[in-house]
Nanobody, 120 residues
C-alpha cells in the first residue's frame, strides 16, 4: 500500500559526495519515522540515520559529521546527503519508512535498495 522509490546511488571516489533520495507514494495517511540502513557484502543490515516527523535526527557513530538526513513532508521524501565518503561506506543503502495508511496503525516499509560504491 506504500511504495518507496530510491535513487541517487552510484560510484564515487573516496572523499566524494552522493545524495540519496527516497520518495514514498500510495495510500498514505501519515509518515512517522523515515530512515536509512545499509548492508555491505557479507554483513548484516545496519542503521545509518533516522529522522522523526518532527525532524529530530539520530546518526550512527560511523557517519556522524559526514552524513545528513533530511525530509520534505510535502513530498513524502527523505534524503541522505553523504559527504567525505570512504571505501567502507560501500554498501546497498535501503530506505525505511514507518507509515500509516489508516491513521490507526503503523507499518514498516522498505525500499528496493540502491548501490553505493566508494572506490578509486
Amino acid at each position: 500500500q506504500v511504495q518507496l522509490v530510491e535513487s541517487g546511488g552510484g560510484l564515487v571516489q573516496p572523499g566524494g559526495s552522493l545524495r540519496l533520495s527516497c520518495a514514498a507514494s500510495g495510500r498514505i495517511f501519515s509518515i512517522n519515522v523515515m530512515g536509512w540502513y545499509r548492508q555491505a557484502p557479507g554483513k548484516q543490515r545496519e542503521p545509518v540515520a533516522i529522522i522523526t516527523s518532527g525532524s529530530s535526527t539520530t546518526y550512527t557513530d560511523f557517519v556522524k559529521g559526514r552524513f545528513t538526513i533530511s525530509r520534505d513532508n510535502a513530498k513524502n521524501t527523505t534524503y541522505l546527503q553523504m559527504n567525505s565518503l570512504k571505501p567502507e561506506d560501500t554498501a546497498v543503502y535501503y530506505c525505511n519508512v514507518h507509515a500509516s495508511t489508516t491513521g490507526w496503525d503503523v507499518s514498516v516499509y522498505w525500499g528496493q535498495g540502491t548501490q553505493v560504491t566508494v572506490s578509486s
